[in-house]
């Protein structure tokens, strides 16, 4: 039996996407007083000299820093609290789900949000975000016998982010589940074209480059407050040379802006179709009844 396909999955990076700022530099750096310039040296140098991930090698010079205070991950989480998103953040969560209309939802259309991130997970499961998503995809610390991080659980790469994205088309969200597994289409519960992806520049080109191979949809949004127009300049060679993407926009997620009309026009065009989908199903397994 075919899957309902009835989700519109909506699925953000993070850093300088729903946030002007890196994560760890807003609330790790602060609390336990680490200078953020020679944090990103050290890390660069890993990667140039050492041969290191980019990813792998800021979670070991996190844990280089933290030695000393050897956090744990509730500790992690509570910083989360304090994270600030792009204006309209948490008010586009409602607005969104303001525009199914009631035959939208007789035939069970949702939208369900998801965070794809190569940042750290506790750190957004403590923020504003995580009651909003339905699930936090990002790096992990496991603990030591004492209860403190001492090694990466799970790394999320910039091309590794691809994985969730079939994860999500397939239901299959859970770490132990193989997303290698062949599953036909009609059983995949959210099919790309119900799937919208928005990230900010060069990081985020798999996960564009799979949402325009499979028919997705996705928007790469810029902060306009960025003077040095660098933040704009990485959405425009998306959009324009590379044409990895149809859509550009500033990272202002309130009512009435570029991006949230997108959104809206992307939400409301994927319900739609999913209506007409699930009518034409429906009318064709009716059976007449017999004619005297």
Request: hydrophobic content about 40%.
């Amino acid at each position: 039996m075919a899957a309902p396909q009835n989700v519109i999955a909506i699925v953000y990076d993070y850093d300088q996407t729903l946030s002007p700022t890196y994560m760890q530099d807003e609330v790790l750096f602060p609390k336990f007083g680490i200078n953020p310039a020679e944090f990103w040296k050290r890390c660069k140098t890993l990667v140039e000299t050492d041969g290191y991930e980019s990813e792998l090698a800021y979670l070991k010079v996190m844990l280089d820093y933290l030695q000393l205070d050897r956090p744990s991950n509730a500790d992690l989480r509570a910083l989360g609290k304090d994270l600030k998103f792009f204006k309209g953040v948490m008010d586009m969560f409602d607005g969104l789900e303001a525009l199914l209309e009631p035959d939208h939802r007789a035939m069970g259309v949702k939208i369900v949000h998801y965070i794809v991130s190569s940042g750290i997970k506790t750190l957004l499961e403590g923020s504003e975000l995580a009651p909003r998503v339905e699930r936090i995809f990002g790096c992990e610390f496991a603990e030591d016998e004492a209860g403190r991080i001492a090694f990466p659980k799970r790394v999320i790469s910039h091309t590794g982010k691809t994985q969730y994205l079939f994860r999500i088309n397939k239901g299959m969200l859970e770490p132990n589940e193989d997303v290698n597994d062949h599953m036909p289409e009609e059983l995949r519960p959210v099919p790309f074209k119900n799937m919208i992806y928005l990230g900010d520049g060069p990081t985020d080109v798999p996960c564009f480059t799979v949402m325009k191979k499979f028919g997705g949809h996705a928007i790469a949004v810029y902060n306009p407050d960025d003077e040095t127009r660098a933040s704009f300049r990485k959405a425009y060679q998306l959009s324009g040379p590379a044409d990895r993407i149809k859509y550009i926009a500033p990272a202002d997620y309130r009512a009435g802006s570029h991006l949230r009309l997108l959104l809206e026009e992307m939400v409301v065009e994927i319900a739609d179709s999913i209506v007409e989908r699930r009518r034409r199903e429906l009318s064709e397994a009716k059976i007449s009844a017999p004619t005297h």
